[in-house]
């Protein structure tokens, strides 16, 4: 539907809408229109319960700047109302975005240290070999590959499992459960949708975590799962769900979003190829060009905020027990922030991008995400002779976390 003779209240259900996380052009009419005719708009879509959505830079980071307000519990992410019922039922995680102050400064101080950038440091080189790896896999593919499946899955994954310690022969087991749990809306990977299958993928990362916990309180070593383990909060160790929910945000929260950022920035450069050539000539534009493909990603497509106490943003008032989705992927592109907001640029600078959010929640994982994908791009970018499409891409039906799924391509490698 052209954008001219979409209704607002049409606009704001693609929201709720997996399918239209699958077309950007869709979605990102709907949003454009919604910035500049509602830009905080109610939201009755059916299934779900509504919820206001804010599209807009400004807004999104006003709620963000006060989380006293606008907390993340009891509901962190939008659910159609009968998942939501089957989650609570469950007993739902207690990860960092399911806690808000004075739990979650506490719980996030507890690795905050670990993914400081003078920690991180140390795996730079660790960084280098896995992308290499990544692009010698791609050069033994013999000139095709689907560049999201062979390469952008697997290198943040091994990220993942050797920073929380875990052994290669788990890494198809971990790729399975978090894609269960993330991507539940893809009939690609979802386990499925009645209680009981969200029940037995929440009890199979129970079990392998759990094991894990074991495992590194009696041999503690130096990797984040022994800091994790071994955490004391006021002298007291904490509680094993705590645990396990740590381990769980940490594994699902850092490979599907980075791995999305990765390939939907190939593409970009694909379909840019101005932009692939200034990159070539000048690597020094790495940075810059990672920050620009997780702003074009954004893969985190929104998260969500209950308002505790009445609150105006904007002019729009809100009550208690209001609900706000932030979409993070129109906010990235705001008109009123970004020059060109839809032109790809590898050398944007400044990018007030808020694909990693902000404040308090803001994302614990992001220097360690920007290090992974500058990685594989300046182990890539040198060695890419020529590079074009080799079939359709496909983005991955979701609401929450989302991107490309499939990147066909066909390509020469040095
Ligand atoms: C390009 C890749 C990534 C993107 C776009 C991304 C995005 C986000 C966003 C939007 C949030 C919520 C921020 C908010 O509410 O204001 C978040 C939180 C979080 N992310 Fe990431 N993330 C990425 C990679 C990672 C990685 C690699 C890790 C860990 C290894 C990670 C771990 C986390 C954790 C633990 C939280 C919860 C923080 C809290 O609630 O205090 N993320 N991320």
Known sequence: MATEQLTVEQAGRVFADAGAYTDERRFHDACRLLRRKAPISLVEAEGFPPFYALTRHADVMEVERNPEVFRNLPQPVLMETERERIVRQ????????????PDHRRYRGLTADWFQPSSLARLEARLAELARRAVDRMAALGGECDFAVDIATPMPLEVIMSILGLPEADYPKMLQLTRELFQGDDPEFARGTTFEEFMTVMYDFFQYFGALVDERRARPTDDLASVIANAVLDGEPIWPFQQISYYVIIATAGHDTTSFSMTGGLQALIENPDQLDRLRKDPGLIPT????????????RHFLRNAVAPAEISGQRFDVGDRLLLSYWSANRDEDVFDDPFRFD????????LAFGFG??????AVL???????????????????????????????????HKHLPIRYELG
């Not at 469950?90 to 102050?101: F, I, K, N, P």
Request: net charge positive; hydrophobic share 45%; charged share 25%.
């Open 289 to 300: 060009a990672a920050d620009e493909m997780i702003r074009w990603v954004s893969p985190v």
């Open 90 to 101: 469950a007993g739902d995680l207690a990860t960092l975005v399911h806690m808000d102050d």
């Open 369 to 403: 995400a920007k290090m992974e994908i500058r990685a594989l791009f300046a182990e890539l970018i040198p060695r890419l002779r020529s590079i074009e499409p080799a079939g359709p891409p496909a983005l991955s039906r979701s609401i929450f976390v989302g991107g």
């Open 346 to 353: 590898v050398g944007r600078k400044p990018n007030r991008h």
């Open 360 to 365: 308090a929640h803001y994302c614990l994982g």
